[in-house]
């Protein structure tokens, strides 16, 4: 881990252009799972024209993006008890058919937030371990292992300056070697066996300073 004391001169991704930049890269004809938090944001920026599958682990196939404010129905809501619509042809069910659907292996994407990521794909997400914290699996073992492709969409950064991709998880694992990529508010990478690949970063921000505020080698 390290921590960041650079100046910076880029603009951090806003968590809707974080969302838009999830969306982009889900295919046509996908079965995805949205995470609690950040993840759901997903929803509201799926390409017009290209038919995306959302799933909820509490029982949903086939949501559609939040409600407009005042058309909220709560009997209506996603894993993270967040109100949200049904597309046509959408269904809802008991929440052992949906974890069967997870563990069997027919999602082919899911979006999950993390507290750690390591450069080979380990996943950190359901508790820091501290004392005091109050452990929150849902689940997320069950998406990370089951579906096709795990996807971590986070803040690359704590708080305090210290970078969530690391080159061996502190914290509890949810997963190993399951995370695929990671969607960060400066940049997105691969997980490889191999240690970390550059996709894409934002304007402004050099190989060479993300690299420091890693703290681990990050092939082009």
């Not at 959302?54 to 993006?65: A, D, K, T, V």
């Amino acid at each position: 881990m390290t921590m960041s004391t650079t100046t910076a001169t880029y603009q951090r991704r806003t968590k809707d252009q974080l969302a838009a930049r999830v969306a982009q890269d889900i295919f046509d004809g996908a079965v995805v799972n949205l995470g609690i938090g950040q993840p759901t944001l997903v929803a509201n920026h799926l390409p017009a024209g290209r038919e995306i599958v959302l799933q909820s682990e509490n029982g949903i196939l086939g949501m559609g993006p939040a409600p407009a404010a005042g058309n909220e129905d709560y009997d209506l809501i996603n894993a993270g008890k967040q109100p949200v619509t049904l597309l046509a042809g959408g269904s809802f069910f008991h929440h052992a058919d949906s974890f069967a659907m997870m563990r069997g292996g027919h999602l082919d994407i899911c979006v999950l937030g993390a507290f750690q990521v390591s450069a080979t794909g380990d996943l950190a997400n359901w508790s820091t371990g501290e004392e005091g914290a109050i452990p929150a699996v849902g689940g997320a073992m069950d998406l990370a292992i089951g579906a096709k492709q795990t996807w971590v969409m986070m803040d690359l950064l704590t708080k305090a300056g210290v970078s969530k991709i690391v080159k061996e998880c502190s914290y509890p694992l949810t997963g190993i070697g399951c995370v695929k990529r990671v969607y960060s508010d400066l940049a997105t990478l691969e997980c490889t066996p191999d240690g970390l690949r550059l996709i894409d970063t934002v304007d402004g921000l050099t190989h060479a300073e993300l690299e420091k505020l890693i703290g681990l080698p990050i092939a082009a």
